[in-house]
């Protein structure tokens, strides 16, 4: 019995795979060809060196097109036509793989990693054509997006609103900063919870803070019913001034973290000495009671 064709077309690609060094790759690169080579055959009518009637436009040639995939790079060697060109199906369908290595480069830069560092991993993966100054343009489009975060529009209502601060470093410029980044959590009328702002401030002020609330009111918040943060003066001021009719309450996370660790530090305290300082503190009350 006769062995089908292709069979002994894949047997002779095995043989040809197992001596590369990254078969995987090589696969990919052999099946890319032959995708290549069956959709040109199509678009011209008729085989490549063969005579046919219903041939619409001739081979031309081949033209070296770079992709780079997750496994690594290839090389195509993509067949030209005379009449109306033509483009691989999936060199146009690979942006969906070229932004998931977009998003890979962007989520290890968010996450500290430099630019140089991240050009070695790609070429450690067999990446050839990322370099530090193309890792910057990846990570250009995250300006744009967060722009686009800062700049949506907000309800007008959000019945209650979360709002906290802590402190992290920021590069500004050619300088990184220790600065306040303000963060807003709101639960809308659908009760949907959402991160309506991150913003950067110098110091955790109550000016910082009204600023903050006029830059949600800008975007179009109006009214909130409760306003939950831990105990700074400062926000609570704020509240006061810049959301006219809302109520605030501490919250009670921030609360029971503080009653903890002020137990805790008491705790470490050797009795001998908790009791001395209980002593002076009675004292300090009764002559300040004299006083």
Known sequence: MAQPHYKGLFKKALLQFVSEPDP???????????????????????EKGRHAKDRRTYFSGKRVRRMDTRLGTIYLY????RKGGYVPFFVTERKRSELALATLVQEAFVNGVSTRKIERLAHAMGIENISASQVSEFNKELDSQV??????????????????AHYDKVRIGDRVMTLALMIAH????????EILAVEPMYDESEDSW?????????????????????????????????????????????????????????KS??????????????CGRSGAGAG
């Open 24 to 46: 995987v790759l090589a696969m990919l690169e052999w099946v890319a060809g032959q995708m290549m080579l069956i959709e040109a055959e199509a678009k011209v009518g008729a």
């Open 78 to 81: 993509v067949p030209k036509l």
């Open 147 to 164: 722009e686009d975060f800062k700049a949506r529009p907000l309800a007008e209502e959000y019945p209650f609103l979360w709002i906290d």
């Open 186 to 193: 709101g639960v809308s009328s659908s009760g949907t919870r």
């Open 210 to 266: 009204r600023q903050f609330f006029r830059l949600l009111k800008k975007r179009g918040l109006k009214r909130v019913c409760l306003c939950i943060s831990d105990a700074h003066a400062g926000i609570q001021a704020a509240v006061k001034k810049e959301l006219l009719g809302s109520s605030w309450q501490r919250c009670k996370v921030h609360f029971m973290r503080t009653r903890f660790s002020s137990t805790a530090s008491r």
């Open 269 to 282: 305290i050797p009795k001998r000495s908790r009791r001395r300082t209980c002593q002076s503190e009675r």
